[in-house]
């Protein structure tokens, strides 16, 4: 579609803005079902990074489809678009320097995939929040699972509409009963014994 288009190298640029900020920038992309705690854990992981004194972003799947993704519905096309949109979005803000969080259910590989690949090496860190269904089905924190099983609610993810865990994530969050506060502080251990925070 955009043809006759040509791209505009500016001398303010990813590596500049990065050294200004004081930080090496990245999407932190969590993965997991509905309840599984990807916006919890993209929130205490954020107030961490920023009481460091971190620039960052938090792109949340609710509050994203409220306004860019506010066309988009729960069809395996639509979440690919929306995945895609996001990612682009992602792109931008490590572009600008910052440290992005995002918290979708993203659940086809290809899509986290393809955000990957517009990144640079070690910019993509893929976080699988490995919560089981039976555990997000009885937290269900916003009822969603319930209207799902009264058939209310169509493709609902892990339901009837598919979730493709990841094969090899940079971190596996896997589940144990305990505080949110402490699986946060499992995850930024993760993240800083891999040097990704
Ligand atoms: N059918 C269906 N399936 C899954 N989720 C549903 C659905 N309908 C509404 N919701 C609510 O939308 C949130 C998921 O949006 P995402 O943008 O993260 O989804 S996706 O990545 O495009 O699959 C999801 O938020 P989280 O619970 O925070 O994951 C739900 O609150
Ligand atoms: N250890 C934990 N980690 C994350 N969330 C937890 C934990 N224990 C309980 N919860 C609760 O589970 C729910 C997870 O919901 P949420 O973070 O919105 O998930 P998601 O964004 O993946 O849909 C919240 O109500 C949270 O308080």
């Known amino acids: 579609m955009s043809s006759n288009v040509v791209w505009h190298k500016h001398e303010v640029n990813k590596v500049t803005r990065a050294d200004s900020l004081n930080q090496q920038p990245r999407v932190i992309w969590l993965t997991g079902l ?3 705690g990807k916006s919890t854990m993209a929130n205490l992981l954020e107030k ?3 009481a460091q004194g ?3 972003y938090l792109l949340d799947g609710d509050n994203i489809r409220h306004g860019l993704c506010g066309d988009l519905g729960f069809s395996d096309k639509d979440r690919v678009e929306n995945i895609r949109r996001i990612s682009e979005v992602a792109k931008l803000f490590v572009d600008a320097g910052v440290i992005v969080l995002t918290a979708f259910i993203s659940p086809f590989q290809a899509d986290r995939t393809f955000c990957r690949s517009l990144l640079s ?3 993509f860190v893929e976080v699988f929040v490995d919560t089981p269904l039976e555990v997000c089905e009885q937290r269900d ?3 969603l699972y319930k209207k799902a099983r009264n058939g209310e609610i169509k493709h609902f993810t892990g339901i009837d509409s598919a979730y493709e865990a990841p094969s090899s994530p940079e971190i596996h969050l896997t589940y144990r009963e305990e505080k949110a506060e402490e699986t946060a502080e499992r995850l930024f251990n993760l993240l800083l014994e891999k040097g990704l925070v």
């Open 34 to 36: 509905s309840g599984s």
């Open 54 to 56: 971190k620039h960052t």
């Open 141 to 143: 924190p916003k009822g």
């Open 121 to 123: 090496e070690g910019e």
């Open 48 to 50: 961490k990074l920023h």
